[in-house]
């Protein structure tokens, strides 16, 4: 259960430099090359010839070729040429609308009549010179809305993180999740309390002192299909938390790319923006690691989780105020796959 | 197929030291662990909250902790707490009846109402200081009957385990099987032989001479559901044999506990009890790692014996006299199944 | 989708020193060892007593004894003896037309009355001293047809072994297919070229210049159930070519025996037979190494195209000029297929 009429986080540019990727999204086996002029191009992986994978092939003058026999293939699943052959008649595959943007490659899966650009997030950390990022890709087998409801809950971190950015706190502070259109928030804020681990790191590494109080807080925004920024600081106390000056702060947002693979897996990009120090690449290497080790602890809980859930579909699971969140964020979807099932009326 | 009313060896107690163990017994993925005062406690493997491996969690206050969200479970599968949540209207799980016995952590998969510890076995060698004990535990992909047929029919030893404890004269000599109730026993008594290299070491441990004619005998116990004990040694020929005084013999129990996973695979829980030199703990690991190479010459057989079987479901084995303690062992095992399935009439 | 009425190449004789091998052909797990007077036998891989395979077993006095419980099974399927037992009702288990000839073990997986050993074909290379031949086995995950496929278009040397015997007039000659009864013959003559990497080594290691034009052909010539011989080879530039003096040419002849092992794996024997230096050891065994790393070239390709037609069973693949060989193997052998499922007309 996942939309396909919308946009996914495909790939990141590195991931083709030089050889095309072959990548299965939402079901479908995908090539993603770079064409001609550099611009990125997604056709089935599938050779109409003998139905090699393309994705075994290699790019020449913008086109693919097929690494079995040398069918050449255009970017729209038109058979450009093959040596020694009238390709005229030769049957097409499906092609993919595909955009390059904010530092990934982007999807669109399903219909591809409906496929508009426009309607691919705008992402101001990557664009803005004040803000660095970094992240990595994870393959997770259990379903993408196992992932949205793990970070629209961020309770979890007290103990799936307990040695690095959990704390008990984080338990005894109430959530509050509101929707705002198709946006889904949820918040949590921790008044005065001492700051766990990573964010004593960050503190110090930002040049403020981290064995005082803090203010910490966290807002997970999902937006459609699965995307979720989270936005997460800490504050010396009593200078407004989430709202203090940037002199008494160290925050980022945890961004969180979500691509459904199959019913069962998905395709997890993970990673930390943030508007401090954006030059120093080195702090940017280590953020990147230290979020890895931690993100990587999620997954067994996970992978468990949807066994489980594969056993006993039959039972109901709770949802609680913690649960909110990814509960709001399934209602979406859900309002998402009743319009993307629904036949189009004539105006 | 297997009985489910009844008590198996679940795991030994090192295995529940300091973390929790996720296992599946008969079909039912169970988690135990040590509760309250150090009482082993086993409850089903999923938590109510959102369906989380509660095997990942830890366990404070007696109390298993779910690793996700913090859910506190009851050694009884009624939810004790959860941090901000009224829990009291809260879905029970499933809870089993557990004992720590004799060595080792027993469970009841079936029906709950129906555990009687007093069902146990007492094990003699496992309580007397007269007796040492050493085993192991192996997972293996065949059905649990196969490993029962195995331990009753041990004219294998000759060809499984011909470098250690086969010899010709096992083959040679004819068996004796008979039923005490639900007790099936077979016999093999062999005299005036060579013993083969396993038993030259025992006597030699046992101060004998090795270089002897021995009188050798194998007596197989199954009980049900899955518990073979086996009398196993070697006696100076014409001492008496099985009944010779200890001056003359070596000998020990094999004991075998065989836990249905599933309808193809079990957990093998193997060892060895000794009324010789109790308290040397050399000795005991010596003689477990010999034992623990020797068993594990029958994994491969099994497991291509169950591919085997499974491709041909139509093929009639054949029962020979040599099958007779397996069989027998399966007729015990059917009418317990036929028991189990039969409503039980009111008195 | 496969003949069974033929003969297939089952394994090397070295794979059968010592010890038995068991072996899935056409669906069929058999064990294969060498019987009285070391002349190879074939016969299920299931003992009549409990299903043990026998391929665990050993040989003794001809007879493939059971490594369970000792039954020794006759060449012909039948139990010759069992320890301790009358073994004259048995049930005997299929045995299987085996021949051991021209370096192969050959064997007849379908139905034994129509087994002729007359219909091995000869290999004149296996047999003339003038000869020297080196090969080896690959375990492929895709049905054989698709290796058929493979060998019949050698216009994939030039993208799948790009570095070694492909090149780009490989798929600027036209090939020619015909079909010669039952055999199907496709040919490439490519005329004033030079020669790629592995075909200069040949050149030089038959003492001839490497730098100067050549005449270069691939003969492919299949014949069924899945045999694939082809001749290949360079000559100095107008010599004759293919007909050229062996002065001035380096030529072999690629083996390929390609056994199905179920409806979507295969074993896939391939070698080289060459008429140059047939004492020269090393030669074959540098020659053998290179072939090995090429001929695993292809396996990713195929196991990945394998993938793709099982998901899309319904798309229809293209019919190129340089697929007829493999079109026209394919219709000889749904030739074959008919006619083995036809009931025999009495006469």
Redesign the interface.
């Known amino acids: 259960m996942y939309p396909k009429n919308t946009w996914y986080v495909a790939c990141t540019p590195d991931e083709i430099d030089g050889k095309p990727l072959g990548r299965q999204i939402c079901g479908e ?1 995908i090539v993603f090359y770079r064409g001609a002029g550099g611009k990125v191009a997604a056709v089935e ?2 050779c ?6 393309l994705s ?2 290699f790019v020449r003058d913008g086109n693919l ?6 069918l050449e293939m255009g970017c729209d699943g038109k058979v450009v040429s ?4 009238r390709t005229r008649g ?2 097409c595959i499906g092609s993919y609308a595909v955009e390059e943007r904010h530092g990934f490659i982007w999807v669109w899966p399903g219909d591809q009549a409906l496929a508009d650009p426009a309607q691919i997030p705008y992402l101001e950390w990557a664009e803005s010179p004040e803000w660095a990022y970094g992240g990595g890709l994870y393959h997770i087998n259990c379903e993408y809305r196992l992932m949205i ?1 793990n970070l629209m ?1 961020l ?2 971190e ?3 993180h307990a040695s690095s950015i959990g704390q008990k706190e984080i ?2 502070a ?1 959530v509050t999740t509101r929707v705002n259109g198709e946006e889904v928030i949820t918040s949590r804020y921790m008044e005065n309390i001492m700051a766990p681990p990573f964010w004593r790191a960050a503190l110090r590494g930002n040049g403020l002192a981290d064995d005082v109080p803090v203010d910490r807080w966290q807002v997970c925004r999902f937006t459609p299909p699965s995307h979720v920024m989270i936005e997460v600081g800490v504050a010396h106390a009593g200078n407004g938390g989430y709202d203090a000056a940037p002199q008494y702060k160290a925050s980022s947002i945890v961004v969180d790319f979500i691509t459904p693979e199959t019913e069962t897996s998905h395709w997890y990009f993970w990673g930390m923006a943030r508007n401090f120090k954006p030059e120093d690449k080195e702090l940017t290497a280590t953020i990147r690691e230290g979020q890895g080790k931690i993100f990587n602890e999620d997954r ?2 996970l992978e ?2 949807q ?3 594969l ?2 579909p039959e ?1 109901k ?2 949802a ?4 909110a969140g990814g509960m709001q964020s399934r209602r979406v979807l859900e309002q998402w796959m009743v319009k993307e099932n629904t036949p189009e009326q004539p105006a």
């Open positions: 086996k992986d599938f109409p010839h003998r139905g090699a994978p075994l092939g070729v097929c690494g079995y026999h040398g093959m040596p020694g052959q030769f049957p409801d809950d309770t979890h007290t103990y799936v338990d005894e109430p067994e809980m468990l989780q066994a489980n859930l056993r006993h039972r699971l709770l609680l105020n913690i649960d």
